[in-house]
Each structure stands twice: as C-alpha cells, then as structure tokens.
C-alpha cells in the first residue's frame, strides 16, 4: 500500500538544493523565522526537522508494510533507554549527512557548530539502559517488525560534576528546549488507575472488577528509530504522565488556593517527573512501582490496540505478539495482562494464563541479590489491589505445579514462592517474571550459567529448557562509524568495502593486515589523532580507561590501588624506565551510594597529589571525567589503549563497554568475569591481560573464611598504598575506603591485587614495544565482530523471538 497514493503527497528530494529547500521551509513554516533571524537552535530545529521528515517518510512506508503483513511483533519493554545524540546518527541513517553539511552554510555555521545543540535523552541509568538503546536499532536494522516501549522522564539521571573533589549531582532538564525529534500523540492517551478496592463481578468467580481511587492519564510521544543500510523506520514509545481534567479543581483555585487546586495533577504528573538514578540496588519507594506500572499499563492497552487493528480472536495474540521485559523493572505487566484478559475481556483464567506465559520473555540483567527487586506486599495492596489477587492465584497454583514435581519438599516450595516470607511479607518481581514467561536468558554465557546454578537454580531444575543465554552486543554504526570516523575509514579501506557495517563479523578481514608494517603505522596514527582529539593527557602515554557507573564490585578501588603503588614506585625511583600513563576515569555514582562517592573522591585526591608532585606527574595523571554519558563515551572509547574490565569474577552480568573498547583497538586488562570470558576466547588469550580469580576460586574463597588483612600482611606495597590512605596522605581523603576494605572487602579487592599489579607489569611489557601492541590492537578489533546488537537480535529472534523480518520496499 502506497500511503502518497491518492494523496498526492509530494516526494522529499536527495540533492543539497532540494534538501536546503526543505530547510529553509522549515525554518520558515515550522519555526516561523527567516534565515536573517535565525539562531542557533533555530538552525538546529529547522535542521533536525528536515531529517526527521526524510526519516518520517520511510516511517510511513514502513507502517504500510508492516499492517499489509500482519506480522508477529516484538514490544521490547524497559524502563530506561540511553539513545544517545539523534542528529548525527539520524543524518547518518538517512544518508543525508553530505547535503546537510552544504545546506546549512545558508545559516552561516557549521554543521559540527549546530551538532553541539543536540542533547542526548539520558533516560538511563548505564549498560541497561545502553543495550535497549542498540537493540532497538539493531531490530531495525534487521528489520525486525518492533516497538520499544519506554517512560518519556521529564528528568533523565542527573547531570555529574566534581566540586570540592567529590561527586555533585544536578537535574537534567533535557528537554527544556524542546525536543525535535519526538512527535507527541496526545490523542492516543490511555487512562491507569492506581490504588482503590476490588469487588466482585456477578456471576464470575474469577472475574473482578477494580475501582481504583486514582486516575492517571499516560501520554504517548514517539522517536523515530532507523535501521541502518534498510529502509525500516521502527519507533520508541515513551509515555508521559498526565493529570485528567478533573484533577484540576476549579472551585479551589476561584478559592485562591492555588497549590491545593493542581495538587491532584501534579501528584500525577510526578510519576515521569525523574528516572530513578540507581541500577543496582532499590529505593524501596512507592513512585518507583507506580512508575513500573505506569509503563505496563499504557504499553499493553498500546498492544492490544494494535493487535486488534488486524486480529481478532485472542487465541492469535501470543502468536502475534512477544513481549521482552527488561530486567525486572517491567514484570508488572504480568499480572497487568492477565486482569486484561480476565476482568475486562472477560477470558477464562486458564485460557487467559496461557495467552500471558506464551506472550512474555524475561531478561536478567544482574547477579546481585539487592539488585533483584522486591517489593513489600502492603504496598502492593494499597497500590494495585487487583494486581496482589491476580499474583496470590499465579503463586497457588504455581506452588501446586512444584508441590506436585516435588512432593513433600515444603523447603523448596518456600523458596520458589513468588511471596517471600520474611520478617516482611514481599513480592519477589524475578520469580514472577520466571513463572509468567516462556523464556528466560541471562547477558552473557558465565552469567546465564550461574543464574541457573544459583540464583534461579531451582527454577532451572523445574523448566530446564526455558533458560537460555544472549550474550550483548553494542551497535557498530554508534561505536565505531560514528564515534571513531577515522577508525572506520581506515577498516573500510582495508577491507575493501563498509559491508563490515552490518556484518560485523567481516571485520575479520582485518587478520592478516595485523602482521602489515604500514597498515599497522596508519592504525597507531589514527588513535593518536584520536587522543589529541579527546585532550585528555599526553597522547604519547598509555590511555589507560575505566568508564562505568560506580560501584565496588566493578573495583574501581582496585585500579586506584594500582595508581597509588606506581606512585610510590616512582617517588622511590625518579631515574627509573617509567610508562607515561594516562589513567582516565569517567562514571556516576547513586547519590545515595556513599561508598561508591568515597572512591570518587579518593580519585580526585590522588589526581591532586599525583598532580603536584613534579617527579611524578611526569609519567602519571589522573583524568576524572564528568558526566559519563553516550556522547562522552564515544570520544573516550576511540581514543583508549588499555580497556580495565576488573570486576570481581561473578558479579558482572555482561559488559558492553568492554565490547565498545575492544572492538575500538583497546586492549582489556580483566577478570573472568561477564563477557570478558567471551572477550577472550575471540581475540585469543595473547591479545587479552588476564589476572584474578574466576567466579569459582572468588565464591570458595568468600565461603573458606577470607581476611583481608592477611593480603595487606603479606604484600609490602599493598601495605604501602593502604598506609597512605589511611595516614591521609591525599588530602585526608579515603579513609572509610581503606577501612571498608581492610574490614570485610565484599569484592576481594586485595585478594586479587598482586595478579593485578603483575598483568599491569605485563601491560607495560607489551606498551614497549609498539608492534607488538599495534598488532594486538588490530586483533582485538578484526575478532569482536561477534559483539554486534544485530548478533544480539538475531539470536533472539531465532532462539526466543521466533521472529522474521518484514522487507519495506524502496521508493521507486
Ligand atoms: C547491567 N545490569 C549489568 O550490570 C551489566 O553487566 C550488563 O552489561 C548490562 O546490565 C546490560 O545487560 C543492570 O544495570 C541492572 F539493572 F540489572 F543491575
């Protein structure tokens, strides 16, 4: 079906006259100014208007192909996504980047001057939010029939600074300005209670029916998202809370009571009003959960809506339909789809049972038991009344299910019930996600085998074949075309061709180049100029990047060790052969997470000292970076040499960045740890700096007794650092860090300190001399081609999804 049929629409053009046309139109007709007048963020407007529209226009033809197939459709789910900056990479994906670029100098600025305008949405936290992010291009990509569903934050995780060398946090008002990008259908809001009671439903004895006392309305904008090299334009649908029209109180405010007259709206209002800026451990509060329900409310109706545009018996929805929840975050619409199905369709409980486990899949993102969400049952009663009915009956009849594979094992009946019985009653959001879903995978492959043989263990012995893995994967367009343009030049050059785009295992090509004297020059000049670029230190030091959220058992606390010994060994020997190093850190901390704001500080005071040393600051520096986000990581990643993956064994799921950074040349000093492990196997094991113990020797050694002391006993320099934080010799800052760490060290910090400082003596090694690790460079990135997003969706497509894509025909 061709939507211009009839309409006459006319075709948007691809020449730099045509495209300057459109420009100035927009910036006549939609931001009604003239080129005279126009400022800056005129000229962007009108700009990324004119993109969107190229965008729009396969956005139609796309919708058209996809409602004239009937496909089966992937809604992924999730609470956060991190879509970076839209511009570049949507001139990008339009192939317009070339005519903008002449266009705009009808402005008189540049295309790089107007680029700065554009601020990235952070509606996230970190690698969660980041992986939904090339998901959902990689889906398109792949043209992969999808939505992304998501909570359009009116605050995205707070803007970081350093101020008086410690972490301070101010409010992200990112779309203060407007947001050009989104189109905002006010007309397709939909309406979710919250709170009330329930009550029966005449003759049913299933069936009720929920009055909640509550009424909130969810507004639904979208984002474009293109497929790259395709013409499929998918979107990203973020709801915003709204309050109805008798949430305002007139007579009130005729009263002159101006606040008790909105309190109602803004009471509603707030529930997008601010992501929640921590992904690990939870708040334990009440707008969190509504938040969660909020999403899967507006989002379902969503689904159902559009399945019902083309369907009509309920027996097809789970043939129609995969819904992909990310994280816990969204296990809500479990239950949420079934009172659907049963109070307001009016399904059988069984029959609607069934729609709903077929319907949903479940990823899990984290092995940390206080990152596994739970939440206290008199919340849930007093929130989402209907909701607690709903999971008791999943949980009985669940419980009947293991009672009758396990007579008798009450032991283990109480520990798979989705209730747990502890001092406080609390729903256990992982175990309902497991119970209502047909899949559950975990992000790498150490990852998915430990969620069976522990934290799910016994949900793997009941359904062994529900359990799978998909290891992440970041998007290459993102990482590599556009972050590092030099970089991919130069791939593209060697390979012949850019087909390595969208099939990222073709960078294999690159192998025997590893071993070609000037291929192997061209490829240290372009992390050079890569490093000039960044100016963040002397681009002829070892860029050595730690770049994530903060957290102890990423060990952060760790790398800062390693930079205070080789502190203290070059103060005791100023002659000595030192590697120039340049130790860049950039991360956020939870603003209520003060151990992880210690090791902020602790960084920044170490930097100070290191700094006003003059026999040390010759070789080493510290850079703390503010404000980690997409957009700094991709001037970060193409310019790292040394990549540190240091997390304890066992406790990170994944990792992206470290995919990021190898696939960009860096080398990874690291544990055994998430997808590392895979990391490795690719690039081989000489082209990885390996230390510390694995996940096996790290869980014994917790259970055998660990003493912390014991390391510091033993090891002279171990001491040495811990001494001088603790002594205060870094501007009194750290003690609590030392204390923390000689008292209990959760993450075996000291542990698996000296295997550290011996890879990072192997690091140097390699550093010296330059071929050798130009050559690794070279063959970290010819074997990460595994690490696409597009590898990622299509093992998902195949092994969970079941999915085919959807082919949108060009224009002719
Ligand atoms: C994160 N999980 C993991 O900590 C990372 O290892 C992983 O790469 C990303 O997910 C993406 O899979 C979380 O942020 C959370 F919320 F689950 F703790």
Same mark, same amino acid.
């Given at each position: 079906?061709?939507?211009? *049929?009839?309409?006459?629409?006319?075709?948007?053009? $691809?020449?730099?006259?045509?495209?300057?046309?459109?420009?100035?139109?927009?910036?006549?007709?939609?931001?009604?100014?003239?080129?005279?007048?126009?400022?800056?963020?005129?000229?962007?407007?009108?700009?990324?208007?004119?993109?969107?529209?190229?965008?729009?226009?396969?956005?139609?033809?796309?919708?058209?192909?996809?409602?004239?197939?009937?496909?089966?459709?992937?809604?992924?789910?999730?609470?956060?996504?991190?879509?970076?900056?839209?511009?570049? *990479?949507?001139?990008?994906?339009?192939?317009?980047?070339?005519?903008?670029?002449?266009?705009?100098?009808?402005?008189?600025?540049?295309?790089?001057?107007?680029?700065?305008?554009?601020?990235?949405?952070?509606?996230?936290?970190?690698?969660?939010?980041?992986?939904?992010?090339?998901?959902?291009?990689?889906?398109? $990509?792949?043209?992969?029939?999808?939505?992304?569903?998501?909570?359009?934050?009116?605050?995205?995780?707070?803007? *970081?600074?350093?101020?008086?060398?410690?972490?301070?946090?101010?409010?992200?008002?990112?779309?203060?300005?407007?947001?050009?990008?989104?189109?905002?259908?006010?007309?397709?809001?939909? $309406?979710?209670?919250?709170?009330?009671?329930?009550?029966?439903?005449?003759?049913? +004895?299933?069936?009720?029916?929920?009055?909640?006392?509550?009424?909130?309305?969810?507004?639904?904008?979208?984002?474009?998202?293109?497929?790259?090299?395709?013409?499929?334009?998918?979107?990203?649908?973020?709801?915003?809370?709204?309050?109805?029209?008798?949430?305002?109180?007139?007579?009130?405010?005729?009263?002159?009571?101006?606040?008790?007259?909105?309190?109602?709206?803004?009471?509603?209002?707030?529930?997008?009003?601010?992501?929640?800026?921590?992904?690990?451990?939870?708040?334990?509060?009440?707008?969190?959960?509504?938040?969660?329900?909020?999403?899967?409310?507006?989002?379902?109706?969503?689904?159902?809506?559009?399945?019902?545009?083309?369907?009509?018996?309920?027996?097809?929805?789970?043939?129609?339909?995969?819904?992909?929840?990310?994280?816990?975050?969204?296990?809500?619409?479990?239950?949420?789809?079934?009172?659907?199905?049963?109070? #307001?369709?009016?399904?059988?409980?069984?029959?609607?049972?069934?729609?709903?486990?077929?319907?949903?899949?479940?990823?899990?993102?984290?092995?940390?038991?206080?990152?596994?969400?739970?939440?206290?049952?008199?919340?849930?009663?007093?929130?989402?009344?209907?909701?607690?009915?709903?999971?008791?009956?999943?949980?009985?009849?669940?419980? *009947?299910?293991?009672?009758?594979?396990?007579?008798?094992?009450?032991?283990?009946?109480?520990?798979?019930?989705?209730?747990?019985?502890?001092?406080?009653?609390?729903?256990?959001?992982?175990?309902?996600?497991?119970?209502?879903?047909?899949?559950?995978?975990?992000?790498?492959?150490?990852?998915?085998?430990?969620?069976?043989?522990?934290?799910?263990?016994?949900?793997?012995?009941?359904?062994?074949?529900?359990?799978?893995?998909?290891?992440?994967?970041?998007?290459?367009?993102?990482?590599?075309?556009?972050?590092?343009?030099?970089?991919?030049?130069?791939?593209?050059?060697?390979?012949?061709?850019?087909?390595?785009?969208?099939?990222?295992?073709?960078?294999?090509?690159?192998?025997?180049?590893?071993?070609?004297?000037?291929?192997? +020059?061209?490829?240290?000049?372009?992390?050079?100029?890569?490093?000039?670029?960044?100016?963040?230190?002397?681009?002829?030091?070892?860029?050595?990047?730690?770049?994530?959220?903060?957290? #102890?058992?990423?060990?952060?606390?760790?790398?800062?060790?390693?930079?205070?010994?080789?502190?203290?060994?070059?103060?005791?020997?100023?002659?000595?052969?030192?590697?120039?190093?340049?130790?860049?850190?950039?991360?956020?901390?939870?603003?209520?997470?003060?151990?992880?704001?210690?090791?902020?500080?602790?960084?920044?005071?170490?930097?100070?000292?290191? #700094?006003?040393?003059?026999?040390?600051?010759?070789?080493?520096?510290?850079?703390?970076?503010?404000?980690?986000?997409?957009?700094?990581?991709?001037?970060?990643?193409?310019?790292?040499?040394?990549?540190?993956?240091?997390?304890?064994?066992?406790?990170?799921?994944?990792?992206?960045?470290?995919?990021?950074?190898?696939?960009?040349?860096?080398?990874?000093?690291?544990?055994?740890?998430?997808?590392?492990?895979?990391?490795?196997?690719?690039?081989?094991?000489?082209?990885?700096?390996?230390?510390?113990?694995?996940?096996?020797?790290?869980?014994?050694?917790?259970?055998?007794?660990?003493?912390?002391?014991?390391?510091?006993?033993?090891?002279?320099?171990?001491?040495?650092?811990?001494?001088?934080?603790?002594?205060?010799?870094?501007?009194?800052?750290?003690?609590?860090?030392?204390?923390?760490?000689?008292?209990?060290?959760?993450?075996?910090?000291?542990?698996?300190?000296?295997?550290?400082?011996?890879?990072?003596?192997?690091? +140097?090694?390699?550093?010296?001399?330059?071929?050798?690790?130009?050559?690794?460079?070279?063959?970290?990135?010819?074997?990460?081609?595994?690490?696409?997003?597009?590898?990622?969706?299509?093992?998902?497509?195949?092994?969970?999804?079941?999915?085919?894509?959807?082919?949108?025909?060009?224009?002719?």
């Amino acid at each position: 079906m061709d939507l211009r *049929q009839g309409i006459g629409l006319r075709r948007l053009g $691809t020449t730099a006259d045509e495209f300057q046309q459109d420009l100035l139109s927009s910036l006549y007709y939609r931001r009604g100014t003239t080129v005279e007048s126009a400022s800056a963020r005129d000229a962007y407007e009108a700009l990324a208007l004119t993109v969107r529209d190229r965008l729009a226009d396969r956005r139609a033809r796309t919708a058209a192909a996809h409602y004239a197939s009937n496909p089966r459709w992937v809604y992924y789910l999730s609470a956060e996504y991190l879509l970076g900056a839209q511009l570049e *990479q949507n001139l990008l994906y339009s192939g317009t980047g070339e005519v903008a670029a002449e266009a705009v100098k009808a402005f008189g600025r540049s295309l790089e001057e107007i680029e700065e305008l554009d601020v990235e949405p952070g509606l996230g936290n970190g690698g969660l939010g980041r992986l939904a992010a090339c998901l959902v291009d990689s889906m398109a $990509t792949r043209d992969i029939p999808a939505v992304g569903y998501g909570i359009r934050y009116d605050f995205g995780i707070f803007k *970081q600074s350093v101020e008086d060398g410690g972490q301070a946090e101010r409010p992200d008002d990112w779309a203060f300005q407007g947001n050009p990008w989104e189109f905002t259908a006010a007309d397709d809001r939909q $309406t979710v209670g919250f709170y009330g009671h329930t009550e029966p439903v005449a003759g049913s +004895e299933i069936r009720r029916h929920w009055v909640p006392g509550e009424i909130v309305l969810g507004e639904p904008s979208h984002m474009l998202v293109p497929g790259y090299g395709t013409e499929t334009v998918n979107i990203v649908r973020l709801w915003r809370a709204r309050g109805s029209e008798a949430s305002f109180d007139l007579s009130r405010f005729s009263a002159g009571q101006y606040a008790e007259a909105v309190q109602e709206a803004v009471r509603a209002e707030n529930i997008s009003k601010v992501l929640y800026p921590d992904d690990s451990t939870e708040l334990g509060r009440e707008l969190r959960l509504k938040q969660q329900y909020f999403l899967c409310s507006c989002s379902l109706r969503d689904i159902i809506r559009r399945f019902r545009l083309r369907n009509q018996d309920w027996d097809d929805f789970a043939e129609k339909t995969v819904v992909q929840l990310n994280d816990t975050h969204p296990t809500i619409a479990i239950p949420e789809l079934m009172r659907l199905l049963v109070d #307001e369709y009016g399904l059988g409980w069984d029959r609607a049972w069934s729609i709903t486990r077929r319907t949903f899949a479940y990823t899990c993102h984290t092995l940390l038991p206080e990152a596994l969400e739970t939440w206290p049952v008199h919340l849930f009663e007093r929130l989402l009344p209907r909701h607690l009915e709903i999971i008791y009956l999943i949980n009985m009849l669940f419980l *009947q299910e293991v009672e009758a594979r396990f007579p008798g094992d009450a032991e283990r009946v109480r520990r798979m019930s989705i209730i747990g019985e502890g001092d406080e009653r609390r729903v256990r959001m992982a175990h309902l996600a497991v119970v209502g879903t047909e899949a559950v995978n975990g992000v790498a492959e150490l990852h998915s085998k430990l969620l069976r043989e522990t934290v799910l263990q016994d949900f793997a012995d009941l359904w062994p074949a529900k359990f799978q893995n998909v290891t992440n994967g970041v998007s290459p367009r993102r990482f590599v075309k556009l972050a590092n343009p030099r970089l991919s030049d130069l791939i593209t050059e060697g390979l012949g061709d850019d087909s390595w785009l969208t099939d990222l295992e073709h960078l294999a090509g690159l192998e025997p180049l590893a071993g070609d004297a000037a291929f192997a +020059e061209r490829w240290r000049a372009v992390k050079r100029a890569n490093k000039v670029d960044l100016g963040a230190g002397d681009p002829d030091s070892l860029t050595d990047v730690m770049i994530k959220r903060f957290h #102890e058992y990423k060990r952060q606390q760790l790398k800062l060790l390693h930079v205070i010994t080789m502190y203290h060994r070059i103060r005791e020997n100023p002659a000595g052969d030192w590697v120039p190093r340049t130790v860049l850190f950039a991360g956020k901390a939870a603003p209520a997470y003060h151990a992880a704001k210690n090791i902020i500080r602790l960084i920044n005071a170490v930097g100070a000292t290191i #700094e006003a040393d003059p026999v040390v600051s010759p070789y080493l520096k510290i850079v703390f970076a503010e404000n980690y986000n997409v957009t700094l990581a991709e001037r970060i990643v193409p310019a790292a040499d040394l990549s540190e993956q240091i997390s304890l064994a066992g406790k990170e799921a994944s990792g992206t960045g470290n995919m990021k950074l190898a696939l960009n040349g860096a080398i990874t000093i690291g544990t055994l740890d998430g997808a590392n492990i895979e990391i490795r196997a690719r690039v081989g094991e000489e082209n990885f700096f390996l230390f510390g113990l694995d996940a096996f020797q790290a869980a014994e050694m917790r259970i055998g007794g660990y003493h912390p002391r014991a390391h510091y006993e033993r090891d002279a320099e171990l001491r040495a650092a811990l001494d001088a934080i603790a002594a205060g010799e870094f501007g009194g800052v750290g003690r609590e860090v030392a204390d923390s760490l000689l008292g209990w060290d959760e993450y075996l910090t000291l542990a698996d300190y000296r295997s550290y400082l011996d890879a990072q003596e192997e690091v +140097e090694r390699a550093w010296r001399d330059p071929a050798r690790w130009t050559r690794m460079s070279i063959l970290n990135t010819a074997h990460s081609g595994f690490f696409s997003s597009d590898r990622t969706v299509a093992d998902y497509a195949a092994r969970i999804w079941r999915v085919g894509p959807v082919t949108v025909p060009r224009e002719d």
